[in-house]
């Protein structure tokens, strides 16, 4: 089942992590790795666990046991990750009451950037949000879902981070912005220093664009393997039973 | 759809429902324990001074009878009750909103939920006083058809006070400018009755009292056409309200923007989100106008009422509150006005103490911008008070934002701020915020107070006092750094809306 490549480049590291919400279990990962310049995609049904993982990856939710390591050092303890994390995970991690530009210039600050460097920055994300022909002037709060959900991805990718963290980044994006963020985080991944974990339910995009798949189901990872040719099928087969089954 | 008679049935079950949910919910035991003792006292007060007013008027006024005494200070007593329920009761809209998809009509839900916003404790805790005071003393004097217009008048002047409190927060919500010209004018007016001598309002409601009490009936058609004009318009305003928008976002008219030097880096960052947020959404930017109102009109009125000031303690509150109002006010949400989007911060490479920073400069530069203001009104009327006005600077500054941070990095309720209504509105706020100020207001004023035969070694002292505050500010921004880091998980969950 695990596909890991060797200990020696581990990005991140979850070790028996527990998480529960009153009885139920959310999530139970006794061990799980992501290797330097990998990018994972994770699949599973609603109620999964998949946001759940990813926000204790980021240290945004606070596991019952085990802990999660970036680089290795424990997410808790030490925060020198966030400097080199992009994440979007919903529309929390935007400041809805900023202007677009007002807010990449604040996530771009926070990665040490200067205006020209954020300026610069922006330029190969022109095709997915062109930000030269966007009222500069409308807040956050007043886009559509679609096109906030643009901008919260925009922040994560445009910093050039070495790790990135997407929840569900093609829902609710219109084809050519599905399109073109697939050719941007296949770009992206090309990037041998660079680690992605992608959560979706669009099975054809993450399989196309993610080099590992891990699925999650009731809280517990039950694949976790590299993609090749026959995943798609694999996946769709699988997740059509779940849905026989959890119907009968 | 469906008949008044199934809907208001309906409606009050579920009403019931909400309001034991909420009593199970909201508060801790020892908070219940402590807004219970303080009900219970307060009761206790009105009905003793209702039953035995004429102890504490016989020393107080002696020439006076209690009826007159009472009468004349009728208007300006609801008057102030108006001003307490204005920050406290909320308008049924919210309440209505759930329900507008179903098969009900408005005209069903605005006047069940119009009549169930009387079931308040601002209608029945006047009547502690007023019954007894009626029954002791009123019904002693004039008519029985005189003392029962009395109580009448009594009972319609509730009435009006709780719908016109309705209408005026309906009108803050939709012409937010036409709220703030009434209350610069009603304010106006009240500071040229008060410092003219001309004693209008007091006039007014004596010669209208008594006249109810000798059975005259003219004054009581007034306070009935009153009564009905406040039922009427409140109505009509809930009832629009729910067919336009809140009018809350009006974020594309207030997109002016500024910039910060490059050189300041992510603190000029955060400075800048901070008062943006301030600006561009519309609860806290009541709290910056009402701030500003009081720190301009209302402390003229304030300050030019010699009667008032007589005391060390009045002095002091009105120099803590001079230049330290918003950070009191706005300062306990600091972190709750993020809760929509906290995860911004704490998902990126935004170390603790630079947040915590950013918003210590916005209160403390609050402080001197309101002190700056109110600096000349002080000069001019109260010259006296000037050193206390200085003392108090660096006391907000150096100490009032301490204790307002402290609060403020314990918050875990959620506040949302696009979707909050105007000032009055008190999401996010639990009884804590309530008594947190006593221990904020009341150190300075006991101190002072202990020290008024040496008014000027306790004003250097509370100055000095604020100085050190001032210059340790980085040791306890470190300090509230580490508290936040502790309770991150905790205010996100809560910030989310998952646990309190």
Known sequence: MPCWRGLQDVRVEMNKVVKKFGAKKALDVPAWLLEDGEVVGLVGSNGAGKTTFLRILLDLLKADHGNVRMDGRNVQQDAGWRARTGSFLDRSFLIEYLTIPEYLEFVGTTFGMSKREIAAGLEPFESFLPLSRIDRKRLIRDLS??????????????????????????????????????????????????????????????????????????????????????????????????GISSAT | ???????????????????????????????????????????????????????????????????????????????????????????????????????????????????????????????????????????????????????????????????????????????????????????????????????????????????????????????????????TASTISLARSLRGSDGGQSAQ??????????????????????????????????????????????????????????GVAFSALLGLFASGGFALNYGQLMFGWDSTHYQAYVSRNVAFPSLVRAKVIVLQLSCLGLFVMSLPLFIWLRPDLVALHFAFLFYNAGITTVLVMELATRNRQRVDIGRSGGFFNYEGFSARHWLWFIPTALPPVLFLQVMSSSPRLGLTILATVGLLGVLFTGLWTRYFANGLKSRKHAMLEGFAGRAG
């Open chain 2, 1 to 231: 759809m469906l008949s008044p008679q199934r809907t208001y049935p309906l409606l009050a079950r579920n009403q019931v429902r909400v309001s034991l949910r909420q009593m199970k919910s909201q508060q801790g035991w020892f908070m219940r324990i402590v807004i219970g003792v303080m009900m219970v006292y307060s009761a206790f007060i009105l009905l003793t001074l209702g039953l035995f007013f004429d102890r504490f008027s016989a020393e107080l006024w002696p020439e006076q009878t209690p009826v007159e005494i009472v009468n004349q200070s009728l208007l300006a007593a609801f008057i102030s009750l108006f001003f307490i329920r204005f920050l406290f009761q909320k308008t049924p809209r919210m309440k209505i909103v759930p329900y507008l998809h179903l098969p009900i009509r408005r005209g069903s839900l605005v006047a069940f939920f119009q009549a169930a916003s009387l079931l308040s404790i601002h209608n029945f805790y006047p009547l502690l006083f007023f019954v007894p005071f009626w029954w002791r003393y009123v019904v002693a004097e004039g008519s029985m058809m005189g003392h029962l217009m009395w109580i009448g008048a009594i009972m319609l002047l509730i009435l009006a006070s709780h719908f016109a409190n309705l209408l005026l927060r309906g009108v803050l919500r939709q012409r937010a400018g036409l709220f703030y010209i009434w209350m610069s004018l009603f304010i106006a007016t009240a500071f040229v009755d008060e410092a003219a001598g001309i004693g209008l309002q007091q006039r007014l409601s004596s010669f209208l009292f008594s006249r109810i009490l000798s059975g005259e009936a003219t004054g009581l058609l007034l306070l009935i056409a009153f009564t009905a004009f406040a039922i």
């Open chain 1, 145 to 242: 879902t679609g096109n906030a959900k643009k901008v919260g991805i925009l922040a994560a990718l445009f910093v050039q981070p070495e790790f990135v963290v997407l929840d569900e980044p093609f829902a609710n994006l219109d084809p050519p912005s599905q399109i073109r963020l697939k050719q941007l985080l296949v770009e992206m991944a090309a990037d041998p220093g660079r680690s992605m974990i992608i959560s979706s339910h669009d099975l054809g995009h993450v399989t196309e664009v993610c080099g590992r798949i891990t699925l999650l189901q009731h809280g517990e990872i039950k694949r976790d393997e590299e993609t090749d040719a026959k995943t798609l099928e694999e996946l769709n087969a699988w997740f059509s039973d779940e």
């Open chain 2, 253 to 310: 008219a207030r997109v002016r923007s500024f910039e910060v030097p490059e050189e300041w880096g992510l603190l000029g960052q955060l400075v800048r989100i901070e008062l943006l947020l301030m600006w561009r959404n519309r609860r806290p930017r009541h709290y910056l106008f009402v701030s500003l109102l009081f720190s301009t009109l209302y402390l003229v009125f304030m300050l030019s009422s010699g009667q008032a000031l007589g």
